[in-house]
């Protein structure tokens, strides 16, 4: 082909794609950019395509060149999902929702960030004593970035055991917030600085000897956007073989606005997961303002996505209770099966990032070293933080043993397993007070609020079945006629698959019975309560977007993202 016959086919295949047509296709559209498409004023979105995009270079850069053909600026081209991110204006945007090979046009949505009483319930020190600690495993912890902390250090050195480390938000600090150093110090903190002489309290990480990759992508306040998650979760898929990463933990979420497939957050983690890397998600802080609150992208079906559990201050797992504050599922629109189980996450005590956000907003939250055996007036290097955020990395943590113990597992038998040896017994209920409010509230022990147990290390290592199938959360359909609920389990799931990976096996027989009925469906979908929006996000009931979105307190982010220290009683 000639040179001129290449600028003419380039000349025509831009006209085909930046003309303006006389037609939107509002279907492409998310709902919440709709009310922006009469503003002149460019807007941050992630267009979907329904084949790879290509480079902006060449013959090839097509796709970016009809962006900025329409007027706006492309930002980052995805490999992890076939998307770009991109700034454009309404009426561009009606323009291209119309072109047939763009598939979902939505907004670059914010989002926000959601020991050893914590590791001795999940039955971690059973995997220590084997000799089970992460060694050689890679996890990747896309957060507000991972302060260098000695805990942090390889046995016996100086040397950290981070790494790579990058920042997709720019800054110079590790970590300016506080909330990714903390999840690290779940994840793999050493306990080596509250290890001292007569010490009541080492605080060591779930797998205290695995290596991070230090992904930031939250800033200063704990925001971000998609698209900046996004480019972490295509960095650790590419740096995969380089640094063996098989997790990635996800202690951040925002409201869910369309179905998973068409979710682009949700889409990049299942890429992950394809990829052969288990994603654990929390499954976000909404609890209190009932069932269908759990958020994106903890509503991918691939994704291990975790609630939280209160210890009680106790070393036994006997008396642990539910946080009233846990998201409950099913997942809002596509009615996935969610959580998938539940860890502790409350009042957990784990790394300090020194002068973070977190630190200044709640000093109270700095654990004295008196509390591990150290001189009161020594340098803290702890902080305490409560939600779903830290109960993630509690699984996360789970992965990378299984892991280090067989390294053939798939993403998939890791969940399975997870899930299959997650204990199952529950009390019917229990009642939680807020210690600020004084308002009390209800918690039900069903599959949509502790999934399908509470995490059990040991018993997960017993465990040596492998998943044939996809492990895949399942949908969830409620008969109004019966008032009863079924799980839907697609061909090509594992549940129900065998014996062994059956419903009742899963998910407990107190929970599935007639294989694949669920008790008390009715009082799930009772009053209409998973379709209210106010329900679901915040913007009304009991504590208002405070308990989404708000700025502090207990009901704030404190409940929202763990950032507080008074935690549940």
């Not at 979760?233 to 590419?238: G, H, L, P, T």
């Not at 109270?364 to 340098?379: D, E, K, L, Q, R």
Request: glycine letters at 10%.
């Amino acid at each position: 082909m000639t040179y001129l016959q290449r600028v003419a086919q380039i000349a025509i295949i831009l006209t085909a794609l930046g003309t303006a047509t006389a037609f939107a296709d509002l279907s492409k559209i998310s709902p919440d950019l709709q009310p922006l498409l009469n503003s002149s004023t460019p807007v941050n979105v992630i267009v979907q395509y329904n084949s790879p995009p290509q480079t902006c270079s060449g013959i090839l850069g097509i796709v970016c060149g009809a962006l900025n053909f329409l007027g706006g600026t492309v930002k980052e081209i995805f490999t992890v999902v076939d998307a770009i991110a991109g700034s454009l204006t309404g009426s561009d945007i009606l323009s291209l929702s119309d072109q047939s090979n763009v598939s979902y046009i939505s907004l670059d949505r914010s989002l926000a960030a959601s020991l050893d009483y914590s590791t001795a319930a999940a039955n971690a020190p059973v995997a220590w004593s084997s000799g089970l600690d992460g060694s050689g495993v890679g996890i990747a912890v896309i957060d507000s970035g991972i302060y260098s902390h000695a805990d942090l250090n390889r046995p016996n050195s100086t040397t950290s055991r981070v790494v790579y480390r990058q920042s997709f938000i720019g800054g110079t600090q590790y970590d300016d917030f506080g909330h990714g150093t903390h999840v690290a110090g779940i994840l793999a903190g050493s306990g080596k600085s509250s290890n001292l002489p007569g010490s009541p309290h080492i605080l060591r990480g779930v797998a205290p000897n695995a290596n991070l990759l230090d992904l930031r992508v939250l800033d200063i306040n704990g925001a971000s956007n998609d698209s900046v998650v996004i480019a972490a979760i295509e960095k650790a898929v590419a740096l995969k073989s380089t640094y063996n990463v098989r997790v990635i933990n996800l202690s951040l979420g925002r409201p869910i606005y369309e179905s998973c497939s068409r979710d682009p957050l949700c889409q990049a983690v299942e890429s992950a997961w394809k990829h052969g890397i288990v994603v654990v998600v929390a499954a976000g802080n909404l609890g209190r303002n009932g069932y269908a609150t759990v958020l994106s992208p903890g509503n991918s079906p691939h994704a291990i996505t975790v609630g939280a559990m209160k210890t009680e201050g106790t070393y036994t797992r006997n008396d642990d209770l539910i946080a009233s504050y846990s998201s409950k599922g099913p997942t809002y629109i596509d009615l996935t099966a969610k959580p998938d189980m539940v860890a502790p996450g409350n009042l957990v005590v784990s790394l300090r990032a020194p002068n973070s956000t977190l630190e200044h907003e709640f000093p109270a939250n700095v654990v004295s070293p008196s509390y591990y055996g150290g001189s009161a007036t020594a340098t803290p290097q702890y902080l305490r933080l409560n939600g779903t955020s830290m109960a993630t990395p509690m699984v996360a943590g789970a992965a990378a043993i299984l892991i280090q113990k067989d390294s053939t597992l798939s993403p998939d038998t890791v969940k399975a397993r997870l899930m299959k040896t997650a204990s199952k017994s529950f009390p019917v209920s229990s009642t939680a007070t807020d210690p600020t409010t004084g308002q009390t509230y209800v918690s039900t022990y069903d599959m949509f609020t502790v999934g399908a147990g509470y995490l059990d290390i040991a018993a997960a290592l017993t465990d040596y079945e492998v998943a044939s199938k996809s492990a895949a959360s399942p949908s969830v359909l409620y008969s109004p006629y019966t008032a009863t609920g079924s799980l839907v389990i697609p061909w090509s799931a594992l549940w129900n698959s065998s014996t062994s990976w059956s419903t009742n096996v899963i998910w407990g027989s107190s929970v599935v019975y007639g294989g694949t009925s669920i008790w008390n469906a009715n009082v799930i979908w009772g009053s209409n309560v998973i379709w209210g929006s106010a329900v679901s996000w915040g913007t009304g009931g009991a504590s208002g977007t405070a308990v989404s979105w708000g700025t502090g307190g207990t009901s704030g982010t404190a409940v929202s993202w763990g950032t507080s220290g008074n935690g549940e009683k």
